[in-house]
Structures are given as C-alpha cells and as structure tokens.
T-cell receptor, first 114, second 113 residues
Framework: AQSVTQLGSHVSVSEGALVLLRCNYS??????LFWYVQYPNQGLQLLLK??????LVKGINGFEAEFKKSETSFHLTKPSAHMSDAAEYFC????????????FGAGTRLAVHP | DADVTQTPRNRITKTGKRIMLECSQT?????MYWYRQDPGLGLRLIYY???????NKGEISDGYSVSRQAQAKFSLSLESAIPNQTALYFC????????????FGSGTRLTVV
C-alpha cells in the first residue's frame, strides 16, 4: 500500500529564508508524486509533479522538488520565502496502471514572518 | 467560471439531518472524487467514480453515500449527519492518466451541531 509522511506539521521561516518542506513516500511500484498548496479558504492548487522524467522538478511560484528514489523522498524547496507563501502544503502519491487515486500526507502549514 | 464548482460553500446543519453536497465540473474528465479534510489528517478519500456507472468506496465511506448524475456531476450525501462529520469537504476531478493530477473545487465547510 502507498503512503506519504510529511515531517513537521508546522514550519516557520523568516521572509527571504530557505523553505524546506519534507515528504517521504512508500510505494511498491514507481510512483507519481505531487505537491499541492492550499491558501486560506481556498481549494488545493497543484504546485508541481514528478512523473518519472526529470528528478528535479520546477513548479509555480519559484518552488521546486527533487525525487530521490534511494531516500524515498520528494522534498519541496524554495530559495527565498515570501510572505505570500504562507499556506498549507500537501504531498501526495499515486501509481499508474489505471488506479489513479491520490494518497495525501497530513500537510505542513508554512508560516512566514517578517 | 471555476473548473470544479462546489455548493454550498458553507453549511451548518443539525445532528440527524440529511444533507447533500453538490459538485459539478467543466473539465470534461470522467473521474471524480470526494475527499474530507480534517486538521492534522490531511485529505482522506470518501468515494470515487471512474465513470457514471462506476462508483467505489474510499477509505472512510461509512455514513456517506454518493450519486453520479452525469459525467459532470457528483453529489455527496450524509444520510443522518453527526458532529464528527464536521469537516471541510473537497470534490476533485481527473482524467484517467495518473500523472495528470487532480483539479479541486474550493471546498464545502460543513458544521454539524
């Protein structure tokens, strides 16, 4: 069975600092991995996805993530945090073969302070 | 208009009442999903439908039912609402390709008192 673990339910950074949100997955087959962002009172918006092409994936708003098979990780980073990055971030995993059900992590709430 | 529209956006209902949450999409995708979001638990799958005639239970389907009225419409019902069904509910849609990802609605915040 697939699963996702997000380390740290809350992360706080200063504006301009590096953002690192951690995600580890478990999957018996090559996974597809996603990061979604949820701004207050909104739905989930796709940030980026890994689909077995390049292991370093670039997304919207300056975010990127690197797929590391040996570490079963897909951590999300941004070099310089902006106040507008404050939101909740979800890592999710699915597999191919027609199943296509996304399994979500518990989420990480990112706070950015001046 | 939004790709995935959920109604109502907010709802307060009493214990024991029946309530329906509605979802419609304009993406033209066959697959639709209902998730529930609770703090610290992420999103959990309630039901999913791969086409109009294919409806499946997710990990937390007890106390819920669904209806797929058309390719574009997927409704979630709580037959007899209870307080621990207080949550944020999301509808989503996707094509069959697993690498596409989901398109989510803006959510329905349901409070059962």
């Amino acid at each position: 069975a697939q699963s996702v673990t997000q380390l740290g339910s809350h992360v706080s950074v200063s504006e301009g600092a590096l953002v690192l949100l951690r995600c580890n997955y478990s999957s018996s087959v090559p996974p597809y991995l996603f990061w979604y962002v949820q701004y207050p009172n909104q739905g989930l918006q796709l940030l980026l996805k890994y689909t077995s092409a390049a292991t370093l994936v670039k997304g919207i708003n300056g975010f990127e993530a690197e797929f590391k098979k040996s570490e079963t990780s897909f951590h999300l980073t941004k070099p310089s945090a902006h106040m507008s990055d404050a939101a909740e971030y979800f890592c999710a995993v699915t597999q191919g073969g027609g199943y296509n059900k996304l399994i979500f992590g518990a989420g990480t709430r990112l706070a950015v302070h001046p | 208009d939004a790709d995935v529209t959920q109604t109502p956006r907010n709802r307060i209902t009493k214990t024991g009442k029946r309530i329906m949450l509605e979802c419609s999409q304009t993406k033209g995708h066959d697959r639709m999903y209902w998730y529930r979001q609770d703090p610290g638990l992420g999103l959990r799958l309630i039901y999913y439908s791969f086409d109009v005639k294919d409806i499946n239970k997710g990990e937390i389907s007890d106390g819920y039912s669904v209806s797929r009225q058309a390719q574009a419409k997927f409704s979630l019902s709580l037959e007899s609402a209870i307080p621990n069904q207080t949550a944020l509910y999301f509808c989503a849609t996707s094509p069959p390709a697993a690498d596409y990802g989901y398109t989510f609605g803006s959510g329905t915040r349901l409070t059962v008192v």
